[in-house]
């Protein structure tokens, strides 16, 4: 069992950058892939971006792409989601998640097994 821990979300700016971190415990961090989604009120939790195991492939959604880097550090049982260029449309909760290793890549929440509580991220115009 996996139990999955955000933090780093906040009320910023538009144009801003936040630094979000997903910390990982209770199971061998390295044999899930990882993703972000988020869910904004009124709207269903959609796909950020998702990084494999070891952190050479990773996967965005359109609307982030450019704008926010997925990567993970797999001494500290860690993801993070470094955002940048924050826009008002970004406001949502934050949501990481694990899934098996072999859904390196996957976008859809069914694939994915473990999630956190979230974090708020709020941009104001």
């Known amino acids: 069992q996996v139990q999955l821990v955000e933090s780093g979300g906040g009320l910023v700016q538009a144009g801003g950058s936040l630094r979000l971190s997903c910390a990982a415990s209770g199971g061998t961090f390295s044999m899930y892939t990882m993703g972000w989604f988020r869910q904004a009120p009124g709207k269903e939790r959609e796909f950020v971006a998702t990084i494999n195991w070891i952190g050479y492939n990773t996967n965005y959604a359109d609307s982030v792409k450019g704008r926010f880097t997925i990567s993970r550090d797999n001494a500290k049982n860690t993801v993070y989601l470094q955002m940048n260029s924050l826009k008002p449309e970004d406001t949502a909760v934050y949501y990481c998640?694990?899934?098996?290793?072999?859904?390196?890549?996957?976008?859809?929440?069914?694939?994915?097994?473990?999630w956190g509580q979230g974090t708020q991220v709020t941009v104001s115009s």
């Open positions: 998640a694990a899934a098996p290793r072999y859904r390196s890549g996957s976008y859809s929440t069914n694939d994915y097994n473990y």
